[in-house]
């Protein structure tokens, strides 16, 4: 009798511990399912590009911001593993579930040009930020 008393004690612990734990994470506080190669990149003034590699393929781009300035992108068709956004400033690529390739043009001004990638699997959200040097 006593140890079946200590098997339900130490059941009903176990329980209150596991659902402290799941409970205490909050929107955008998951684990790392993209794991991105890098998460920021800087380039001179000149047109350059990077593929940035991930371990994850199920992301898609939630968001994407020129200086401050949000771009409007099918954001449905990022989800697919092969796809294109061309803008006059850059251009980002998928090819295959895990890369992504940023392409951007040279930078005619003196002001520093900065790109923010904003990456989205299922509740995990993560940014790439490209910064390119001015003229």
């Known amino acids: ?25 909050k929107d955008g506080d998951w684990d790392d ?26 992301w898609w781009i939630s968001d994407i911001r020129l200086n401050d300035e949000q771009i409007i992108f099918e954001s449905q068709k990022t989800i697919q593993p092969i796809f294109e956004i061309i803008e006059t400033e850059f251009v980002i690529s998928r090819r295959g579930g895990t890369e992504l390739k940023i392409k951007i043009a040279e930078n005619p001004t003196v002001d520093q040009r900065e790109l923010i990638i904003g990456l989205q699997a299922g509740n ?3 940014n790439i930020k490209v910064i390119q040097e001015g003229n």
């Open 124 to 126: 995990y959200f993560d």
């Open 1 to 25: 009798m006593r140890s079946l008393k200590a098997t339900k004690l130490l059941a009903i612990i176990f329980s209150i511990v596991f659902l402290t734990n799941s409970c205490s994470k």
């Open 33 to 58: 399912i993209i794991e991105l190669s890098q998460k920021e990149v800087r380039f001179n003034s000149t047109a350059d590009s990077i593929t940035i590699t991930t371990k994850g393929d199920s």
